[in-house]
């Protein structure tokens, strides 16, 4: 079964600041990776994915995310954060090949951006 | 193109009752998930719809079931609710399966007293 890491509760980081927001991955063969941000009280909003091809991802509202096959790593980062950026993020997973599982998301890291 | 809607946004019930939701997806996609979220377990894989077959199926008992539609629309069923089963329930949908983008909705709010 796969599975996915999001080490940090919490990330603060100031206005202006880059920022990044870590995740690491379990899978069997390869990954399907994702990002979604949560507002309160709403559903989940897609930020970018990896499926194939070039290991540096670009999605919405300026974020990226950098596939690393040997480190199982696919952290979200982005090179000025903004106050309205900060939200719950959810790092998700699903193995190319198919399977049983739908998405298997972490447990969600909450982004704080300090004006 | 409008997006994944659910209904009802807010639902409460008691321990025993049965509960059904619904979910109708952006127009086009032909399938359709469903998690569920509380603070404890975080988000949670309920089952996947394909062309109104069942796909996938995550670690649930089996009050909770579902189903989908002809026209792609999907309900989920919770019966003989209890506490535990107060949550966020998520519906989300894609194109296809596999790599496909799942868009999410609103979500359900169900509180079970």
């Known amino acids: 079964a796969q599975s996915v890491a999001q080490p940090e509760d919490q990330v603060n980081v100031a206005e202006g600041n880059p920022l990044t927001v870590k995740c690491t991955y379990s899978?069997?063969?390869?990954?399907?990776l994702f990002w979604y941000v949560q507002y309160p009280n709403r559903g989940l909003q897609f930020l970018l994915k990896y499926i194939t091809g070039d290991n540096l991802v670009k999605g919405s509202y300026g974020f990226e995310a950098e596939f690393n096959k040997s480190q199982t790593s696919f952290h979200l980062k982005k090179p000025s954060a903004l106050v309205s950026d900060s939200a719950l993020y959810f790092c998700a997973v699903r193995p190319s090949g198919g399977g049983a599982d739908g998405l298997t998301f972490g447990k969600g890291t909450h982004l704080i951006i300090q004006p | 193109k409008a997006g994944v809607t659910q209904t009802p946004r807010y639902l409460i019930k008691t321990r025993g009752q049965q509960v059904t939701l619904s979910c109708s997806p952006i127009?086009?996609?032909?399938?359709v998930s469903w998690y569920q979220q509380t603070p404890g377990q975080g988000l949670q894989f309920l089952f996947e719809y394909f062309s109104e077959t069942q796909r996938n199926k995550g670690n649930f008992p089996g009050r909770f079931s579902g189903r989908q539609f002809s026209n792609s629309r999907s309900e989920m069923n919770v019966s003989t609710l209890e506490l535990g089963d107060s949550a966020l329930y998520l519906c989300?949908?894609?194109?296809?399966?596999?790599?496909?983008?799942?868009?999410f909705g609103p979500g359900t709010r169900l509180t079970v007293l």
């Open positions: 899978v069997s063969g390869n990954p399907y």
């Open positions: 127009s086009g996609h032909r399938s």
């Open positions: 989300a949908s894609s194109l296809e399966t596999g790599g496909d983008t799942q868009y």
